[in-house]
């Protein structure tokens, strides 16, 4: 990622990323973390939604993330569609040391499957990596889409480790519903910026709407186009997008 | 429109306390510094023993006096019947004391006492008892039943002769006085007032030492369901109240079941208020000597942050459907909003006292410009539209014949300011809110971005950015009733910033957020008075507070106008017309006359500068509300 000042301009296309979860799992923190390289203790709970952006630059093009950080209690649950609806990722958090919410986060998944874009790329995120004494231990590789990766390095000791679910169990799921799989620490930063480019990686070309910038031409046009179909937020929207463009 | 102005203290005010010269070295922290100490409590910090107050009326000078009844809000006449010390015996013959009102006590060590409920091994008789249950709630029973209530809440025996004395202090009892049981209270540990009570299973000293820890609060708020769930409490975990809130839902049932509603009582120096709404109890425990009618405001604020999260239908339904509900589950998240809204009230609110908002001070027309521009840039979802400055409102759009209501505004600024969930996660936020002022039934959304001011500095040329701190933001909030507008509205605070950039209006909220208040020396030159509050009946607003004053003037049966009120630390005075309500502080050594003369010239004064100060009307927009821009009733 150190090719940004490379002569030619990259292609630059937004995706939009919604995260889900129960509440209390991490969710802003993960945002603030990729955001601003920033984390905060006992962070008070979102309250509906936070919208944020970051730029996220991949070898031969940029992505810029448009974050939908959602509020995880109850009483927001009806109000995602309204966020996940034409989103091209998303990433379902859980807590590590809460075994609700992974019951939680395969609820999202499923919700995400059934109603949402149907290319959407979903990463699940085991997060407070940080509370299990892997930490130390930290193992770069215990990201999913390479295979072999050791992981069951947690499970046996339970000296101070309130790991509750196994990376196994995380990854088992994670590989049945076709999803990436992440356990990451907020707080700590490990894996965190894996977690984004992995997703912006994972994105097919085709699904990138609003180009912009100087590789504004691009084939794009069509995904844009599937993208008027299905949100009557399209004008606007738009607007913003060339507005951004210029900006950056 | 809301919008209230406060003074910046007189930096002549020469030998003053220690409240007065931090408000004059940090203006922006005065209105807390002033107002966590109510204000007949600022007398008695350096001098707990202190408890005489005289009320006079400046006839000569001030332009309304009617006839008034000074001598109703004599504190003398109650402070006089303090006793020194509780003593409760226990069932077991152990007995209790403390010091409740410890006139001969230093500070420090009255404070200890007061704090930790020393037991004492003493098996001495009943003979020292002395009063510790009041009440003034003229709706009490048979004193029996009410004695044996509280003795559980208060860990106090039953048949010690409180009966006796409960009722010799509900005769010397002064409805309208509530304060005297703080008078001698000292502040020097209010600091720790917020500070959070560990979780009692982990906390190391015991429950003993953790309770009385929770004790020591001075102030409390419960609320619970008529069937006796707790939902919100501000100090302690479950297992260390679950005693009490099954003791107060007991309590308020009690009188419930007589068709009869209990609304406050006082114990041990507490006093307890009781608000019954719907399917909630709220209950108000303070010992900072407010008047019920403040705590009552109090607690529908809190009521109205509750209703701002799940609406009034929702709210009846939950109940409806299973009273045993635990609201706690749907109330998830609001418990910070909650939390920030108690600790504003504790730590004492202009705001909240006068139920008015303070605005921005800038030229009339520099507001009409603003006003103009959010008018002109509104897009077609648009409800309200705000911006607000450091803290202060600067400019409001609004829907024909609908004035946003000041209890509305109260919950969005606690939520923005107070409570950090919105502006620490940075970025834009689209919040699905209930304003219960506006419409009680639904849902409006709000969003809500911070501009920083550094950047208008830039554009602006430098105004004393040192002065800006990192709160100093331009935020601008606009509410819509549909629940995809967001990036409409997104659109729209782009353009709306990029007009005020365009056309100097940030450079001008920049430099009046960096100017503050308006020292009190600015506009009268060589006045006495050192801080005041001044709120105008007809925009709701004001100017800066005091608390005993407040309640002197709105006492129920007073027409009390002028109220002055004289004592070793400071000479204030309260002043309520039809127009406006006024409330100033000078040095102890001023005379009458002086005051009042500047009272006459502030209210000229606010009077000439009306439009700077408030906000009058503020943007009318010209669409006319249908029903669907009411809120909907599901997200």
């Known amino acids: 990622m150190a090719e940004t000042t490379a002569a030619p301009p990259k292609p630059s296309s937004s995706v939009k990323l919604v995260l889900l979860g129960e509440a209390a ?12 390289n920033d984390f905060q203790e006992n962070k008070e709970p979102t309250i509906g939604a936070a919208f944020l952006t970051q730029k996220c630059n991949l070898p031969h093009r940029t992505i810029k993330f448009e974050i939908w950080d959602t509020a995880g209690q109850e009483r927001f649950a009806s109000l995602a569609p309204m966020y996940y609806r034409n989103a091209q ?22 919700e995400l499957q059934r109603q949402a874009s149907p290319g959407i790329v979903i990463a699940l995120v085991g997060n407070k990596l940080d509370l299990t004494n892997e930490q130390s231990t930290e193992d770069p590789a215990i990201h999913g889409d390479d295979e072999g990766s050791t992981t069951e390095t947690a499970e046996a000791e339970s000296d101070g480790d309130a790991r509750k679910i196994s990376t196994k169990e995380g990854r088992e799921y994670a590989e049945e519903e076709g999803l990436l799989f992440f356990e990451t620490s907020a707080k700590s930063g490990v894996n965190v910026q894996e977690v984004f480019t992995a997703i912006a990686n994972a994105i097919p070309e085709t699904q990138m709407k609003g180009a912009r910038g100087a590789g504004a031409a691009g084939g794009t046009q069509t995904a844009l186009g599937a993208g008027t179909e299905r949100v009557n937020l399209t004008g606007p929207r738009g607007e913003v997008g060339a507005k951004e463009g210029c900006a950056c | ?12 005010a020469g030998n003053i306390s220690k409240v007065t010269s931090e408000q004059s070295s940090n203006e922006q922290s005065l209105d807390v510094d002033s107002q966590k100490l109510p204000s007949h409590l600022l007398s008695r910090i350096n001098d707990p023993k202190d408890s005489y107050q005289n009320t006079h009326l400046p006839r000569s000078t001030l332009r309304f006096p009617k006839s008034p009844r000074p001598q109703l809000q004599s504190a003398a006449t109650t402070a006089v019947s303090l006793t020194d010390i509780h003593t409760h015996s226990y069932q077991d013959g152990s007995r209790e004391s403390f010091a409740a009102q410890a006139k001969s006590t230093h500070p420090s060590q009255f404070l200890k006492s007061f704090g930790s409920f020393q037991r004492l091994k003493d098996s001495g008789g009943s003979e ?126 009690f009188y419930e079941g007589s068709h009869d509603q209990l609304k406050g009582f006082t114990a041990a120096g507490s006093r307890f208020v009781i608000m019954s709404q719907g399917p909630l109890y709220l209950v108000a425990i303070s010992k900072l000597g407010e008047s019920d009618a403040q705590l009552r405001i109090q607690l529908e604020a809190l009521y109205m942050q509750i209703l701002s999260t799940l609406t009034l239908p929702v709210l009846s339904q939950l109940f409806s459907n299973r009273p045993s509900t635990d609201l706690r589950r749907p109330l998830q998240g609001t ?48 409800l309200y539209g705000l911006i607000v400055a450091g803290g202060r409102l600067v400019s409001v759009v609004r829907p024909r014949r609908h004035s946003l209501h000041p209890s509305d505004l109260q919950l969005i600024f606690n939520m923005l300011f107070e409570a950090d969930g919105v502006k620490a996660g940075g970025g834009e936020n689209w919040i699905p809110l209930c304003l219960p002022g506006f419409n009680k039934n639904g849902y409006l959304y709000m969003y809500v971005s911070f501009v920083p001011l550094e950047d208008m500095n830039q554009i602006g ?29 997104r659109d729209m605070r782009d353009t709306v910033i990029e007009e005020l950039e365009a056309n100097g209006s940030m450079h001008v909220i920049a430099s009046a957020v960096a100017r503050g208040r308006p020292s009190t020396t600015d506009i009268i030159p060589g006045t006495v008075l050192r801080h005041f509050l001044y ?57 009458r006359n002086a005051l009042a003369q500047s009272a006459n010239k502030i209210v000229q004064w606010a009077r000439r500068e009306e439009e700077r100060i408030f906000i009058v009307g503020g943007a009318v927009s010209s669409s006319t509300l249908k029903a669907p821009d009411l809120g909907s009733e599901i997200w």
């Not at chain 2, 809440?153 to 309208?176: A, I, M, R």
């Open chain 2, 128 to 253: 020292t008892d002395t009063a510790s249950i009041g009440s003034c709630a003229p709706t009490l029973g048979p004193g029996g039943d009410v004695e044996s209530l509280l003795g559980n809440v208060l860990g106090v025996s039953q048949e010690s002769p409180e009966l006796t004395s409960f009722s010799n202090q509900t005769e010397s009892l002064d409805p309208f006085d509530s304060s005297f049981y703080k008078a001698n209270d000292d502040l020097s540990s209010f600091d720790k007032e917020f500070d959070e009570l560990a979780d009692s299973s982990v906390f190391e000293g015991g429950e003993e030492q953790l309770l009385s820890l929770w004790k020591a609060k001075r102030k409390h708020f419960l609320i619970l369901s008529s069937a006796g769930k707790p939902i919100y409490n501000r100090h302690g975990d479950d297992s260390l109240i679950s005693g009490y809130v099954g003791v107060i839902q007991t309590i308020i049932s």
């Open chain 2, 335 to 382: 418990e910070p909003l909650l939390s920030a809204l108690a600790d504003t009230f504790t730590r004492g609110s202009s705001s909240t006292l006068l139920s008015a908002l303070e605005c921005l001070r800038i030229r009339k027309t520099h507001r009409q410009l603003i006003n103009s521009t959010l008018l002109h840039k509104r897009s077609e979802n648009l």
């Open chain 2, 461 to 489: 040329g430098n105004h004393g950015s040192d002065l800006l701190g990192k709160k100093d933001e331009v935020a601008v909030l606009l509410i819509s009733a549909k629940k995809d507008s967001f990036y409409e509205l």
């Open chain 1, 89 to 110: 990722s998303a990433l379902v958090v859980y807590d590590l040391t809460k075994p609700t919410s992974l019951v939680k986060a395969r609820h999202w998944v499923a």
């Open chain 2, 535 to 591: 709120k105008s009946r007809a925009h709701v607003q004001l100017l800066s507070l005091y608390h005993s004053l407040h309640t002197s003037v709105h006492a129920k049966n007073s027409h009390l106008k002028v109220h002055h009120c004289v004592d070793r630390e400071a000479i204030s005075l309260a002043w309520a017309t039809p127009l406006f309500e006024m409330y100033g502080v000078a040095g102890p050594s001023t005379s």
């Open chain 1, 25 to 36: 799992v991490g969710k802003s923190s993960l945002v603030l973390r990729f955001v601003n």
């Open chain 2, 1 to 12: 429109m809301a919008g209230a102005v406060e003074s910046k203290a007189s930096p002549q």
